[in-house]
């Protein structure tokens, strides 16, 4: 157990409809990252938070967006799906911004039909 | 942008011998973390081992064990006795910490099968 919590653990839903993730991170970290794996993308970086700002940007489309909140929870939210955005997102998070190193929650499995 | 290459799709190695997983990056960053996670059929991705890019040991950690070579961009992985919970796929990454941004950058993953 990474201490890094996502909820749900599914979610199946379909085209055009909009979701929410949420991920706690571990106590005392300030980092949030979220991170997309499908099939044909692989691991790919989306977001990163830290301590309430946005910090950093990856391959994110504009259909979604992040937030950390002050209680440093993160919720991305996910709309006008495609069935193409079926896939793993995991939260992780890390003590700050530099070097350390990023622990993994579970993951939300994202079924689009 | 720095990118990360695992050529192998898949490996396969018999219970109890020695498998190496390869991976090369390009980036013009001289301070530099490698990693590679593993990922087993849970989907739990969790941290085997990581390199400081300017640590000239190589990194091991029980039975994992790096070959890092900086002036080939290589960082390879090997796995001693493997074990069938070792079964899962294993994921190259790199970070650089310089600026705001600390992501991870992956390569696109070996699947490894150990058999009894």
């Known amino acids: 157990d990474s201490g890094v919590t996502q909820t749900p653990k599914h979610l199946i839903t379909a085209t055009g409809q909009r979701v929410t993730l949420r991920c706690s991170p571990r106590?005392?970290?300030?980092?949030v990252y979220w991170y997309q794996q499908s099939l044909d993308q692989g691991l790919q970086f989306l977001i990163q938070?830290?301590?309430?700002?946005?910090?950093a940007k990856g391959n994110i489309l504009e259909r979604f967006s992040a937030q950390q909140f002050p209680d440093l929870h993160s919720e991305l939210n996910l709309s006008s799906l495609e069935l193409g955005d079926s896939a793993l997102y995991f939260c992780?998070?890390?003590?700050?911004?530099?070097?350390?190193?990023?622990?993994f929650g579970p993951g939300t499995r994202l079924t689009v039909l | 942008a720095q990118t990360v290459t695992q050529s192998q799709p898949e490996m396969s190695v018999q219970e109890a011998e020695t498998v190496t997983l390869s991976c090369t990056y390009d980036?013009?960053?001289?301070?530099?973390?490698l990693f590679w996670y593993k990922q087993p059929p849970s989907r739990q991705m969790i941290l085997v081992i990581r390199?400081?890019?300017?640590?000239?040991q190589n990194a091991t950690e029980n039975r994992f064990s790096v070959n890092f070579q900086k002036a080939a961009k290589s960082f390879s992985l090997k796995i001693s006795d493997s074990q069938l919970g070792d079964t899962a796929m294993y994921f190259c990454?790199?970070?650089?910490?310089?600026?705001?941004?600390?992501?991870?950058?992956f390569g696109k993953g070996i699947t490894l099968s150990v058999r009894p």
């Open positions: 938070y830290y301590n309430g700002e946005e910090r």
């Open positions: 980036t013009s960053e001289s301070n530099y973390y």
């Open positions: 390199q400081e890019a300017y640590k000239q």
């Open positions: 106590s005392g970290d300030l980092s």
């Open positions: 992780a998070s890390s003590k700050n911004r530099g070097y350390n190193e990023q622990f």
């Open positions: 990454a790199f970070m650089s910490p310089t600026g705001a941004n600390s992501k991870l950058t």
